[in-house]
T-cell receptor, first 115, second 114 residues
């Protein structure tokens, strides 16, 4: 099946720093990528949808200036958590959708801990 | 707003027991339905999907799900679980007019005792 690679798998940073998370589709081109946040014992909450070459669409309540999304190519999307604070600590998961498919393929997730 | 409910948050079964996990959604129109599984320490993987046609869908690893439109349900079943089925299971819905967006249920954590 299609493979989505997410990096890093775990990051610990100091409060106030920025963290970049990469999401790559390894064996397919992804016209659309998604970023989710998963709180402990909760489901995945969609943060934003990004389409290659255009601005991301953010869900209500998600600060676009805080969570910068760039989808510069058909195989790479990045999420940058700017000026991270402890409340941003969470598990972030990306997914990618191949062209003309309705199935999303998920990355392994990134656990962010902000001290 | 669109919502997806998984009523069982935690399920504990012994090996060889039968499994049924409930999933209900609130959207009234045409939907695409999915079950994903997340094994410990691994990423979400697609178990099965329903787009149209036969409402009884067979997926990988012996799982199946039945779409009952009148009940807005898409329950997941397996006749005989194994210890290796220990994982978290997520139901997800994509309304047909909502582009690519998936709405996930809260997940069900299944533990199978050997």
């Amino acid at each position: 099946g299609a493979v989505v690679s997410q990096h890093p798998s775990r990051v610990i940073c100091k409060s106030g720093t920025s963290v970049k998370i990469e999401c790559r589709s390894l064996d397919f081109q992804a016209t659309t990528m998604f970023w989710y946040r998963q709180f402990p014992k909760k489901s995945l909450m969609l943060m934003a949808t990004s389409n290659e070459g255009s601005k991301a669409t953010y869900e209500q309540g998600v600060e676009k200036d805080k969570f910068l999304i760039n989808h510069a190519s058909l195989t790479l999307s990045t999420l940058t958590v700017t000026s991270a604070h402890p409340e941003d600590s969470s598990f972030y998961i990306c997914s990618a959708r191949p062209f003309r498919e309705y199935i999303q393929y998920f990355g392994a997730g990134t656990r962010l801990s902000v001290l | 707003a669109q919502s997806v409910s998984q009523h069982n948050h935690h399920v504990i079964l012994s090996e060889a027991a039968s499994l049924e996990l409930g999933c209900n959604y609130s959207y009234g129109g045409t939907v695409n339905l999915f079950w994903y599984v997340q094994y410990p320490g691994q990423h979400l993987q697609l178990l099965l999907k329903y787009f149209s046609g036969d409402p009884l869908v067979k997926g990988i690893k012996g799982f199946e799900a039945e779409f009952i439109k009148s009940k807005f349900s898409f329950n997941l079943r397996k006749p005989s679980v194994q210890w290796s089925d220990t994982a978290e299971y997520f139901c997800a819905v994509n309304p047909d007019n909502a582009g690519n967006m998936l709405t996930f249920g809260g997940g069900t954590r299944l533990m199978v005792k050997p």
